[in-house]
């Protein structure tokens, strides 16, 4: 499945975005899909995932409570929804995506075989 990220931007601090992973050339509906980022000089890391039906997203400590993540298979897109944005939430955000085989919890970067190609958030104060 081929990937493609979209929706970051410069926002402020407490401010809200969205961002869209949409997949094409497979059935989006087979696969997990998972956000990961990448600050400036730091390796990349989990934000959160969700289950191919939209069920059980689960999410790092970090962001829990203010980043939300749901999907639309019809359209072939998944959403993070990022609220209460932190100058420490600044960084290149990547979606990834591995066949969902039912369920587990997988938050390493080697879990994911398919990834986009990375959008900007950067947040000031």
């Known amino acids: 499945v081929q990937l493609q990220a979209s929706g970051g931007g410069a926002v402020q601090s407490g401010d809200s975005l969205r961002l869209s992973c949409v997949g094409s050339g497979r059935p989006f509906s087979n696969y997990m899909i998972a956000w990961f980022r990448q600050a400036q000089g730091k390796v990349r890391e989990f934000v959160g995932a969700v289950s191919w039906n939209g069920n059980w997203p689960y999410y790092a400590d970090s962001v829990k409570s203010r980043f939300t993540i749901d999907r639309d298979n019809a359209k072939s897109t998944v959403y993070l929804r990022m609220n209460s944005l932190k100058t420490e939430d600044t960084a290149v955000y990547f979606c990834?995506?591995?066949?969902?085989?039912?369920?587990?919890?997988?938050?390493?970067?080697?879990?994911?075989?398919?990834w986009g190609q990375g959008t900007q958030v950067t947040v000031s104060s």
């Open positions: 990834a995506a591995r066949e969902d085989r039912g369920g587990g919890y997988f938050r390493y970067v080697a879990d994911y075989s398919s």
